[in-house]
């Protein structure tokens, strides 16, 4: 069984700061690509920011410049810095992970974490 959770969301205002953090845990070979998906009411999932096994990033052209992906392998744990925040930034964001354990590969999806800002 594999875990991904999710911490850091909350509330904010609008130029400001947060960071996300997801940790996996439980039977992992190895973790291929980890990102964060974002969904505000009413609307699609979307892809917010990707980051490979090798360090190689991708982002929403929305947020590009204002958030930061990252990893730290040795915790098997992926970030998400994001900063100057806007108000349509405000949704639950869901943290991914594709994680080989024993002969396949996966894709696992945290619990979410709410991230609200305000004017």
């Known amino acids: 069984q594999v875990q991904l959770v999710e911490s850091g969301g909350g509330l904010v205002q609008a130029g400001g700061s947060l960071r996300l953090s997801c940790a996996a845990s439980?039977?992992?070979?190895?973790?291929?690509?980890m990102g964060w998906y974002r969904q505000a009411p009413g609307k699609q999932r979307e892809l917010v920011a990707v980051?490979?096994?090798?360090?190689?990033?991708n982002y929403a052209d929305s947020v590009k410049g204002r958030f930061t992906i990252s990893r730290d392998n040795a915790k098997n744990t992926v970030y998400l810095q994001m900063n100057s925040l806007k108000r349509e930034d405000t949704a639950v964001y869901y943290c991914?992970?594709?994680?080989?354990?024993?002969?396949?590969?996966?894709?696992?999806w945290g619990q979410g974490t709410q991230v609200t800002v305000s004017s």
């Open positions: 439980g039977i992992i070979l190895r973790i291929n690509a």
């Open positions: 991914n992970a594709n994680i080989n354990n024993y002969d396949s590969a996966s894709d696992y």
């Open positions: 980051i490979t096994s090798g360090g190689n990033t």
